[in-house]
């Protein structure tokens, strides 16, 4: 079975801080990983598309990386602001061979960003 | 564009009762996509269309569940009965096929069923 780990569950820092968030999945045949965020009580705002044959994608002051053999993506926010506390979703599209599938997503980290 | 669109934000009803979620993807989008999000479970695929035929409904929990989309601009959820641990969020999302896939949500509609 396909599936998307995040890690960690909950992260609390102070403000200004530099801060990576971590994303698993179980297969290497993908299509692309969107990471979304998600404010309380509302829907999902897409932040980071990488697609399977990039590296990185960069907007402001988000970096997301994608390192398809090693299952393994990250969201790096520099200089962190209250306004970024959020719940940060990893959301992978697999390739299960005929053709894309809907979105398999982790169970999201919450973050807290201390003014 | 106005984005995806659902309809209705909120909705409580009786257990038993039939309830209908709907959904308007992004003109030009050809994949509909419906989620359910719980405290326990997150974010759940139940069922993808392409070109509005249904590709994939294995995450459909019961046969209580239906889904349709009988053209490209709308498409329906429905659960009958409804019973109270269907409550949950239900998303909606849209993505284009022919390019990147980046996929759109609406801002969900909240169920109840009590």
């Known amino acids: 079975k396909q599936e998307v780990t995040q890690i960690p569950a909950a992260l609390s820092v102070p403000e200004g801080e530099n801060l990576v968030l971590n994303c698993s999945f179980t297969?290497?045949?993908?299509?692309?990983l969107q990471w979304f965020r998600q404010d309380p009580g509302k829907g999902l705002t897409s932040l980071l598309l990488?697609?399977?044959?990039?590296r990185e994608q960069t907007s402001g002051r988000l970096n997301a990386s994608l390192d398809k053999s090693s299952g393994r993506s990250t969201l790096y926010i520099a200089a962190s602001q209250p306004g970024d506390s959020a719940t940060y979703l990893c959301?992978?599209?697999?390739?299960?061979?005929?053709?894309?599938?809907?979105?398999?997503f982790g169970k999201g980290t919450h973050l807290i960003i201390q003014p | 564009d106005a984005g995806v669109i659902q309809s209705p934000r909120h909705e409580v009803t009786e257990m038993g009762q039939e309830v209908t979620l709907r959904c308007k993807p992004i003109?030009?989008?050809?994949?509909l996509f419906w989620y359910r999000q719980t405290m326990m479970r997150g974010l759940e695929l139940l069922i993808y269309?392409?070109?509005?035929?249904?590709?994939?409904d294995s995450g459909m929990p019961e046969d209580r569940f239906s889904a349709k989309m009988p053209n490209a601009s709308f498409s329906t959820l429905k659960i009958q009965p409804s019973e109270p641990r269907d409550s949950a969020v239900y998303f909606c999302?849209?993505?284009?096929?022919?390019?990147?896939?980046?996929?759109?949500f609406g801002q969900g509609t909240r169920l109840t069923v009590v």
């Open positions: 999302a849209s993505s284009f096929t022919g390019g990147i896939m980046e996929a759109f």
């Open positions: 297969d290497s045949a993908i299509y692309n």
């Open positions: 990488i697609q399977s044959s990039q």
């Open positions: 959301a992978v599209c697999f390739d299960s061979g005929g053709g894309a599938d809907g979105l398999t």
């Open positions: 003109s030009g989008h050809n994949s």
């Open positions: 269309f392409n070109n509005n035929v249904p590709i994939d």
